[in-house]
């Protein structure tokens, strides 16, 4: 049992280029996130899916797009990087919507240069 | 909308101190209260939560009870350890269709020998 896991861990983008994050767990949850950490900002909301099939704007979505592939997987795109999005990306999920607990990959840390 | 105050860090404290980290909190509702901890190079875990007025939450020593009158969720351990060391983030979440969490900016705890 992996929980949530996330690929890759770390990655060196160019301004310009693009590049998906993937993002999968096996606890058969029906919700998933996508959150980016920034210093002295906490953890913002990106994109959430509540359930397979959906998905929904978070806090600041401009610059990503992201796609629930099947009830596992969630991927996060960033189609032309910009050094604004040099940050940790961290992806989790819960078991349903409202109070539920949510569980955490370990992050991808994302350099765009 | 929805937004989470902590104190800010870093707080260095000595081995077996009294630890208390300030969360308060803004919402409409009755949202539910959780406090997460992130260790280095790691995601974030659940460490405690609670879910309606007067609720206490505790784990690993620590605990925190949901205070609606004064809207605040505060982190307290009696007595700290080395291995306590840790970013701490207060979230609150609202009913809904999927449990988005909104953080804090985090607290940097350092415990020293």
Redesign the interface.
Known sequence: NAGVTQTPKFQVLKTGQSMTLQCAQDMNHNSMYWYRQDPGMGLRLIYYSASEGTTDKGEVPNGYNVSRLNKREFSLRLESAAPSQTSVYFCASSLQGGKETQYFGPGTRLLVL | GDS?TQMEGPVTLSEEAFLTINCTYTATGY??L?W?VQYPG?????LL?A?KADDKGSNKGFEATYRKETTSFHLEKGSVQVSDSAVY?CAL?R???????T????TRLQVTL
């Open positions: 989470v949202p539910s959780f997460y790691e995601g974030l875990q659940l939560k879910t983030f979440s009913t809904g269709t999927a449990s988005k969490l953080f804090g900016t985090g």
